[in-house]
């Protein structure tokens, strides 16, 4: 037979247990209005006896704030969102926030980014914080009258924004090369439509490096995952001496592919990144990169998305933080 599920414990049940008025609990769990210390004690060590957990949608209907962020965050398993989504949680933690997260085991495709925006909208969050490269800022403009909006992590222009400065980072990378005396370098050039971030850095290293003299070769993809695709007619060419990569995961793609090519890294060739989080950061591989600082966006994010709540959301705002290039053992004088 199975179990038989029993009524959930309300305020007035917490009341009873705890000996005090509605009104009194009401004020403890909410950490609102006077209550004494021996009352609030009273009241949250019932609460958890009882297993009370208060409604945020009723108290929502109430105060027409749930307290509650929704995040769609555009890949649970790649470590950059991972570390901005435990900035974001932490954050919002500390500013009495929850956080409710639409997120996928893989890139989060339109259909389920639109539908997992329209899921945390119908559960009353206050503001939406958008952490996916793969949503279009036109499909999240309709909501925008509706709710605060706050794109984590990636460069936007119609939306507020909190994100590395894509341009400062891709342009400092391309000094590193120059100042080794590499002179032909490929760029792997994402397309804007998968990742405007990447493709921005990308942009800004092809620039750079051809105001140093440089030939650029450019090599246009489509997603990070048809990075394999180029690499073939590429790591062979006589002239090349480097390849910079839109992030550290394909930097490590191409390295791979440079062993088992029986091409030298850095010897031979000398490849970039970007990012610098996460496990690829271990001393082991010395990826040389550029740091995003993952945990200053996150809190950012999550501080421009509750100024917008509680002050209330003005014109979109766009703020740039700035990285850290990360020499190492990737990269070498040109041969």
């Known amino acids: 037979m ?46 958890d006896r009882l297993g009370y957990v208060a409604n945020a949608m009723a108290r929502g209907l109430v105060s027409e704030r749930t307290r509650t962020l929704g995040v769609v965050l555009h890949d649970v398993t790649d470590p950059f969102a991972g570390y901005l ?88 990378l391309a000094d590193h090369l120059l100042g080794l005396g590499h002179r032909t370098v490929a760029v792997i050039l994402v397309d804007g439509a998968y990742s ?29 995952a048809d990075v394999s695709a180029v690499l073939p007619g590429l790591v062979g060419l006589p002239d090349l001496t480097a390849i910079m990569c839109p992030n550290d995961r394909t930097q490590v793609a191409v390295m791979e592919y440079c062993r088992a090519a029986a091409v030298d890294v850095p010897g031979r060739l000398s490849v970039t990144g970007f990012d610098g989080i996460g496990p690829l950061t271990t001393s082991l591989l010395e990826l040389t990169t550029f740091r995003q600082p993952i945990e200053k966006i996150g809190r ?28 190492g053992g990737t990269v070498a004088e040109a041969r």
């Open 85 to 172: 989504h435990v900035a974001m949680q932490t954050r919002a933690t500390e500013l009495g926030y929850s956080v409710v997260t639409a997120t996928n085991p893989g890139d989060l495709t339109l259909d389920n980014a639109l539908t997992a925006l329209r899921t945390l909208i119908s559960l009353q969050v206050d503001g939406l914080l958008i952490c996916s490269a793969r949503f279009p800022s036109d499909r999240v403009l309709p909501f925008v009258d509706r709710l605060p909006v706050v794109a984590a992590g990636r460069h936007e222009t119609a939306l507020s924004s909190v994100c590395v400065d894509d341009r400062d980072g891709g342009e400092r």
């Open 300 to 327: 950012a994010s999550v501080d421009l998305m509750i100024d917008a709540i509680e002050q209330g959301a003005g014109e979109p705002g766009q703020l740039l933080m700035r990285g850290e290039l990360v020499p």
């Open 196 to 224: 405007y971030s990447q493709h921005l850095r990308g942009v800004a290293m092809i620039g750079r490096l051809r105001e140093g003299g440089a030939t650029v070769l450019v090599r246009e993809v489509a997603t990070n």
């Open 2 to 47: 199975p179990r038989e599920r029993t009524r959930p414990p309300t305020i007035i049940d917490v009341a009873n247990a705890s000996g005090v008025s509605k009104s009194a609990v009401s004020r403890a769990l909410l950490g609102q209005g006077e209550v004494s210390e021996s009352v609030r004690q009273r009241v949250l060590e019932a609460a």
